[in-house]
């Protein structure tokens, strides 16, 4: 059995039991007055839009410090496709989406072949824009060989003899570098060419030990196939059983086909 406490000790007992309940009141309930309360509140609701202000100024910042021109931060090439970034350079924060507002005469974009027929080639681009390509934008030497031919886009004449057709150059799911040279009409499709001479400017600086870039095929020899690469004074070969190793054997190139070359 428990000893009996006497009264004083019973009072003294009871005391931080008391100061305990005020400390932390039932129910949810606060020891201060409504208008503090109110006070409180809105103090906290003003820092609160105060700090995401800072939040947001501080992202727009950091968005507009992020844009950055790479051709310019690469050295200026213009190619868009071909710059290395340098050790330390300074790189965006952000990709913006490809919109068609957003493009221009000149602009650089990775597509797919979708469609190809004798009138033209159908590219899908990011975004779920389209792009089509006519004979003579697609490739430098296919564009010699009907301009020799007297061969008129647009127009209805058939296609010259002994010239190859877009179908014989280039397959459906073959992923290609283009370049914006029409943005009228349809507002979902675009003007596109794949000649490798506007692609990869008109300098040699482009060219450069383990630089991949566009070529096309501009003749057809007994082991392999003459490149160019659309810049004066600069040829390709590639070998037919490098290429056969990367498409299979049996796999080959007409002249006007345009590859990927490194």
């Known amino acids: 059995m428990a000893p009996k406490r006497s009264a004083p000790q019973a009072a003294a007992a009871a005391e931080p039991a008391a100061e305990e309940e005020v400390a932390f009141p039932r129910g949810g309930g606060h020891s201060l007055s409504a208008l503090e309360a109110k006070q409180l509140r809105a103090e906290g609701a003003a820092q609160a839009r105060a700090e995401?202000?800072?939040?947001?100024?501080?992202?727009?910042?950091?968005?507009?410090?992020?844009?950055?021109?790479?051709?310019?931060?690469?050295?200026?090439?213009?190619?868009?496709?071909?710059?290395?970034?340098?050790?330390?350079?300074?790189?965006?924060?952000f990709v913006e989406l490809l919109k068609f507002k957003g493009l221009t005469v000149g602009t650089r974009v990775w597509g797919v072949v979708t469609e190809a027929t004798v009138r033209h080639l159908t590219i899908s681009l990011p975004h779920g824009l389209r792009g089509t390509v006519s004979p003579p934008e697609a490739s430098d030497v296919l564009s010699g060989m009907l301009k020799k031919a007297g061969y008129v886009a647009g127009a209805k004449t058939a296609w010259p003899a002994g010239v190859p057709q877009l179908p014989q150059l280039f397959y459906i799911g073959q992923l290609v570098r283009c370049i914006v040279v029409d943005v009228g009409g349809d507002k979902k499709k675009v003007g596109l060419s794949l000649n490798v001479g506007r692609l990869n400017g008109s300098g040699t600086d482009t060219l450069h030990l383990g630089a991949v870039l566009p070529a096309v095929v501009k003749g057809v020899e007994d082991h392999g196939y003459s490149l160019s690469f659309g810049i004066k004074g600069a040829a390709g070969f590639l070998k037919k059983a490098d290429h056969e190793a990367a498409f299979g054997g049996g796999a080959g190139l007409r002249a006007g086909a345009v590859v990927e070359a490194a």
């Open 52 to 93: 995401a202000a800072a939040g947001g100024r501080r992202n727009k910042k950091a968005r507009t410090e992020g844009e950055v021109d790479l051709d310019a931060e690469f050295g200026g090439s213009g190619t868009g496709f071909l710059g290395a970034a340098p050790p330390g350079a300074k790189l965006p924060k």
